[in-house]
């Protein structure tokens, strides 16, 4: 059996925060595909990858998918691999959280990867908290457990590091911090 490096996909709908995701938690080592559609706003058009080295010497490859349909062809072939998703949502603005919902079915359907649904931008006053937002999740969306609904900040390494430990150990890898 072929051996594959760790990868996580950051998938979500459009301006949820996966290319922030992806920087923070790469630092430096980023390669992002964005196009500017409007003066100073960007969007995704093939997808942003960085690595994360852990303190065991572990290297993670974090990989944000374009989050608009449109490129959604490109969905399946970047999460070939993958040991897990993070799906990112909004919590200032659900007006594209259906988005994420049509990215979700798509990419988990007969598939047996582990995921999490994080609720970014938390530092922002008007953010919806998570005991508020849960009880929508778990009816609207395709996920059964409560402990798979995380708070994050994608502006903090910390945040985004937790989440990914979250979500490796999901899947079964034991990590050294």
């Known amino acids: 059996m072929k051996s594959y490096p760790k990868k996580v996909v950051i998938g979500g709908h459009f301006n949820a925060g996966k290319t922030t995701f992806v920087k923070t938690v790469s630092g430096e080592h980023v390669m992002t595909m964005e196009k500017g559609i409007r003066e100073r706003e960007t969007t995704t058009v093939g997808f942003d990858y960085g690595k994360l080295k852990l303190p065991d010497g572990q290297v993670i490859h974090v990989v944000g998918l374009p989050g608009q349909e449109r490129f959604s062809m490109l969905w399946d072939v970047v999460s070939k691999n ?6 990112l949502l909004d919590s200032t603005d ?8 049509k990215q979700m079915e798509i990419l988990l359907k007969d598939k047996e990867l582990p995921y999490l649904l994080a609720l970014n931008k938390q530092d922002l006053p008007n953010a919806k908290r998570p005991e508020e937002l849960k009880p929508l999740i778990l009816k609207e969306f395709p996920i059964k ?3 798979l609904i995380i708070p994050l900040i994608a502006l903090n390494k910390e945040s985004c590091f937790n989440a990914l430990l979250k979500l490796l150990k999901l899947a079964g890898y034991s990590v050294k911090v």
Do not use: L, N, P, Q
Not at 82 to 87: E, L, N
């Open 94 to 101: 659900r007006s594209r959280w259906h988005e994420t919902k």
């Open 82 to 87: 993958a040991v897990g998703y993070i799906f």
């Open 145 to 147: 457990d409560e402990s």
